[in-house]
């Protein structure tokens, strides 16, 4: 049962474009999402988060949006640039549960 | 001065063997978890310790012990391994309790059962 889904596996970007990750939750009561970026051979590094209570947080070219009655929330990268390609995954919590729920990641492949 | 670490970077055992997964943080957090990322890409707690006390014990066999000698460590013992064990292992800290917390990553350790 997939808390968490990232329906793109893969995702080809051209350089300086915009990068748009999607992520869906199906638990409402989750309160919390964070965006975590891999590289390989690496853990995930924190990239951006945002609360239930935003629709919205932006640092330098990174922002999320986050739609809570579509239960949708998107990661923008703009502009797109060649040490943006990694892994990035999704992830979501409430936080009583102490615990964070992981999509399966989609690999973002930026095109020089 | 790696934030955290894990060692080994790779395992290869052949199944029934007990190995262990060691985990250490130098940046001072009450908190560290071990995950499990499959074959299908999922990032799954396993568990979670604060303050070397047990917070997190998912759904795992009983064959995986971890084990906490101090707030920098946590360990990871698994017992007559199986086949289905083979996956990547990430260990991570936080500050403190709470998903709001900012989890650090080590490299991983990628087990290979055969």
């Known amino acids: 049962d997939q808390q968490v889904k990232q329906n793109s596996p893969s995702l080809s970007v051209q350089e300086g474009r915009i990068s748009i990750l999607n992520c869906d939750y199906t638990?409402?009561?989750?309160?919390?999402f964070l965006w975590y970026k891999k590289y390989p051979a690496e853990g995930p590094t924190f990239l951006i988060s945002?609360?239930?209570i935003k629709d919205k947080n932006e640092d330098g070219r990174f922002t999320v949006f986050l739609n809570k009655s579509a239960k949708h929330l998107s990661l923008h990268i703009v502009p797109s640039q060649p040490g943006d390609s990694a892994v990035y995954f999704c992830?979501?919590?409430?936080?009583?549960?102490?615990?964070?729920?992981w999509g399966a990641g989609t690999k973002l492949i930026i095109k020089p | 001065d790696t934030a955290v670490s894990q060692t080994p970077k790779y395992l290869v055992t052949q199944m029934g063997n007990d190995k262990s997964i060691k985990c250490e943080q130098n940046?001072?957090?009450?908190?560290m978890y071990w995950y499990k990322q499959d074959s299908k890409k999922f990032l799954k707690i396993m568990f979670s310790?604060?303050?070397?006390?047990?917070?997190i014990n998912e759904t795992v066999p009983n064959r995986f012990s971890p084990k906490s000698p101090d707030k920098a460590h946590l360990n990871l013992h698994i017992n007559s391994l199986e086949l289905g064990d083979s996956a990547v292992y990430f260990c991570?800290?936080?500050?403190?309790?709470?998903?709001?917390?900012?989890?650090?990553f080590g490299p991983g350790t990628r087990l290979l059962v055969l």
């Open positions: 310790y604060n303050n070397k006390e047990l917070i």
């Open positions: 945002i609360s239930s």
């Open positions: 992830a979501a919590s409430d936080d009583s549960n102490y615990q964070l729920i």
């Open positions: 991570a800290s936080s500050q403190a309790l709470g998903a709001v917390q900012t989890q650090y």
């Open positions: 638990n409402s009561m989750f309160d919390y």
């Open positions: 940046l001072g957090h009450d908190t």
